[in-house]
C-alpha cells in the first residue's frame, strides 16, 4: 500500500512539474531566437548608416540597409544584380534587358521616369543617371520627399569609371566587399589580356560600326571599344576622333580597316552579309578578307560588370590564334 501512495505521488510531482519544464524551455527557446534575431540585425546594419558623395556631388546618407530598390538605367539594373540585390529591385528601366529576371520586373519608364508608378512603388532607395538630375530636379525632389533616397550614378566612359560605379552602388546597398570582389575579378581578367596581348607583333587596324548604313556611327576616344581595343594592342582606325561620331563611306573605305567589328546585329539581321556586300568595299582588307564579326552591343558599350566579357570576345576575335 506504502509503494502504490509513494508511485501515486511521485506521479502528481512529475505531473505538476511538466508544465514548468515546458514553459523553461519555450522561454529559453524565445530567448535564444529573440538572440538570434537580434544578432542577424545588429550584422546586417553593421555598415549603416553610411555616408558618401554621389556623382551628382551631393553628400548622400543611409541610415538603414534598403530593402526595395528601383533602377532606372540598364548598366545599374546589371550592377544590381551582380552585387546579388535581385530580390530587392522592385522597379527598373523599361530597356533593361539583362538578367533574364528583368522582364518579369516593374517597367518604370527611361529618360523620362513614370512618376505615379515610382511613388505607388515606394521603394527605399532609387538609383538614377545624371541625365535624370539634370533634367529632371522637380521629379527627384518629388521622390526625395516621400521618402525616397534618390542616388545619382554618373556616366561612365572607361572602365575606372565603371569601378567606381559599381563601388558606390555596393556602398550604399550594404553590398561594399561584393562590390571590391566584382572589382578585382574585372581587374584581374583585364590585366590577363593585356599581358596576353603583349604576344602581338603586327598590329591590326580596327574599324568599329555601331550603327549601319545610311547613317553610320563608330567609337573614337573616350568610348569602351577604343579601351577595349588599346588594352588588346589593335589600333582604332577612328581613334583620332571623339566619343560616337557619324562617318560616311567613303571616310570609312580611305581608313582601309584589318578587321571591321559592328554591334547591332541585336536588330540588323546578317549584319556582316550586309558590310561584306556593300559596293566600293571590295578592296578593303576586312571585306576581302572576310574579317568581319558581330559582337553584343550591351558587352562592348554599357558600363557594368559585363564590360569585361566583351574586352575578352573581342580579343579572340581579333586575335584568334593569341587568344583562343
Known amino acids: 500500500m506504502l509503494k502504490m501512495n509513494r508511485a501515486i505521488l511521485l506521479a502528481l510531482v512529475l505531473l505538476l512539474t511538466i508544465p ?38 551631393r553628400e548622400i ?31 527598373v528601366s523599361d530597356y533593361c ?17 513614370n512618376v505615379e508608378l515610382v511613388l505607388s512603388l515606394l521603394p527605399d532607395i532609387a538609383l538614377v543617371t545624371d541625365y535624370h538630375y539634370k533634367a529632371h530636379p522637380t521629379v527627384l525632389k518629388q521622390f526625395e520627399e516621400v521618402g525616397i533616397q534618390t542616388i545619382v550614378v554618373g556616366s561612365a566612359t ?4 565603371v569601378y567606381e560605379n559599381i563601388e558606390m552602388i555596393g556602398l550604399a546597398t550594404g553590398t ?3 562590390a ?12 590577363a589580356i593585356k599581358e596576353k596581348a603583349k604576344a602581338v607583333v603586327d598590329k591590326k587596324r580596327v574599324w568599329v560600326e555601331v550603327s549601319p548604313e545610311p547613317d553610320i556611327f563608330t567609337t573614337g576616344k573616350n568610348t569602351f571599344m577604343h579601351e577595349m581595343l588599346e588594352s588588346i594592342q589593335a589600333i582604332n582606325v577612328a581613334g583620332d576622333q571623339v566619343g560616337w561620331v557619324k562617318m560616311n563611306e567613303e571616310e570609312i573605305v580611305k581608313l582601309n580597316p584589318d578587321v571591321i567589328i559592328t554591334t547591332y546585329g541585336y536588330y540588323i539581321e546578317n549584319p ?29 558599350t554599357r558600363p557594368g560588370p559585363r564590360l569585361i566579357e566583351g574586352v575578352e570576345t573581342l580579343a579572340k576575335l581579333i586575335y584568334p590564334e593569341i587568344f583562343e
Not at 534598403?66 to 530580390?87: H, K, M, R, Y
Not at 572607361?158 to 569609371?161: A, V
Open 97 to 113: 534587358n539583362y538578367p533574364a529576371e528583368t522582364e518579369n520586373i516593374t517597367k518604370v519608364g527611361g529618360q523620362d521616369i
Open 61 to 91: 546618407t543611409i541610415e538603414e540597409e534598403p530593402e526595395t530598390i528601383v533602377s532606372i538605367q540598364t548598366s545599374n539594373t546589371e550592377i544590381a544584380f551582380a552585387l546579388g540585390l535581385g530580390d530587392k529591385i522592385i522597379g
Open 180 to 191: 571590391l570582389e566584382i572589382i578585382a575579378d574585372m581587374k584581374k581578367r583585364h590585366e
Open 20 to 57: 514548468f519544464i515546458a514553459g523553461c524551455a519555450s522561454n529559453e527557446t524565445n530567448d535564444n531566437t529573440q538572440e538570434t534575431v537580434t544578432k542577424e540585425n545588429e550584422s546586417k546594419n553593421a555598415t549603416f548608416p553610411v555616408t558618401f558623395t554621389d556623382d551628382a556631388g
Open 272 to 300: 556582316k552579309e550586309q558590310v561584306l556586300a556593300r559596293d566600293g568595299w571590295q578592296a578593303v582588307p576586312a571585306v576581302k578578307n572576310g574579317e568581319v564579326y558581330d559582337v553584343d552591343s550591351d558587352t562592348v
Open 176 to 178: 561594399k566587399d561584393k
Open 158 to 161: 572607361s572602365f575606372e569609371d
